[in-house]
């Protein structure tokens, strides 16, 4: 399973996230101009677009192993 996972350190104040733009599902949410985007993981389909999308590399997918 691909997880996203927002690095709070390399994501400045934007006053609007370019990732949360990208994404398809509207998993990316931005409260408000300035504010750091929070990810909804039930919307998220894993597809990638937001992570390109950030200028700061701030926006990764991790890998994380499925349980049984």
Request: net charge negative.
């Amino acid at each position: 399973m691909v997880v996203v996972w927002i690095d709070g350190e390399r994501c400045p104040p934007c006053l609007r996230c370019l990732a949360a733009v990208a994404c398809l599902n509207g998993a990316l949410v931005q409260d408000g101009p300035g504010s750091l985007p929070v990810l909804d993981p039930d919307r998220c389909s894993g597809c990638g677009f937001c992570g390109p999308a950030c200028p700061y590399d701030a926006i990764a997918e991790r890998e994380v192993p499925a349980y049984a």
